[in-house]
């Protein structure tokens, strides 16, 4: 099995800064991207980045110049740098891998962690 552990949420002053970390662990063979998404209350979950093996990256409009996703794939793990966050960017934030622990990949989801912009 594949498991994915966020860390790194927390409550930040809007303009403020936090970086969430995803580790990967468990019978790993590969893992062809890593991403992030966010879900808000009442909404649903979309897309905030990702990045793909190679280091092709692709953002979502509404964090782009802010936010910065970055990959150690020696310590099978995804960064996301948030910067200059707005309230709107409060979420519960998942970390996702698809990933190939036996014969095929399949995608994986972390617990989420809680990020909260507010005065």
């Known amino acids: 099995q594949v498991q994915l552990v966020e860390s790194g949420g927390g409550l930040v002053q809007p303009g403020g800064s936090l970086r969430l970390s995803c580790a990967a662990s468990?019978?790993?063979?590969?893992?062809?991207?890593m991403g992030w998404y966010r879900q808000a209350p009442g909404k649903q979950r979309e897309l905030v980045a990702v990045?793909?093996?190679?280091?092709?990256?692709n953002y979502a409009d509404s964090v782009k110049g802010r936010f910065t996703i970055s990959r150690d794939n020696a310590k099978n793990t995804v960064y996301l740098q948030m910067n200059s966050l707005k309230p709107e960017d409060t979420a519960v934030y998942y970390c996702?891998?698809?990933?190939?622990?036996?014969?095929?990949?399949?995608?994986?989801w972390g617990q989420g962690t809680q990020v909260t912009v507010s005065s």
């Open positions: 996702n891998a698809n990933a190939n622990s036996g014969a095929y990949f399949r995608g994986y």
């Open positions: 468990g019978s790993i063979r590969s893992i062809y991207d």
């Open positions: 990045i793909i093996s190679g280091g092709s990256t």
